[in-house]
Nanobody, 117 residues
Framework: QVRLVESGGGLVQAGGSLRLSCAASGFIFRINVMGWYRQGPGNERELVAS???????NYADSVKGRFTISRDNAKNTVYLQMNSLKPEDTAVYYC???????????WGQGTQVTVAS
């Protein structure tokens, strides 16, 4: 099993930046995808960005050019650098870990990001 612990959320003004971190512990699957999802008030949970164990990245159109996802394999940690934040980025951000060969998803507790106008 994989446990995920997120940090870095908070309150920021529009145009500001935040950096989210997610550390994975427990049984680590070699072939995996780590990413960030978010769920805003009244919205469905959506993929924000993901990164594979081979460092291939994918971004939602709404965050391209503003957010950057990266990972430190030695620390089993994924990061999300969020720049030029907008009020519509306000959401609970969840770290996700996919064990690809087994089709298993693991989720973090979630961290609140609030962007004020």
């Amino acid at each position: 099993q994989v446990r995920l612990v997120e940090s870095g959320g908070g309150l920021v003004q529009a145009g500001g930046s935040l950096r989210l971190s997610c550390a994975a512990s427990g049984f680590i699957f070699r072939i995996n995808v780590m990413g960030w999802y978010r769920q805003g008030p009244g919205n469905e949970r959506e993929l924000v960005a993901s990164i594979t164990s081979g460092d291939s990245t994918n971004y939602a159109d709404s965050v391209k050019g503003r957010f950057t996802i990266s990972r430190d394999n030695a620390k089993n940690t994924v990061y999300l650098q969020m720049n030029s934040l907008k009020p519509e980025d306000t959401a609970v951000y969840y770290c996700n870990y996919k064990a690809i060969p087994y089709g298993i998803d693991y989720w973090g507790q979630g961290t609140q990001v609030t962007v004020a106008s």
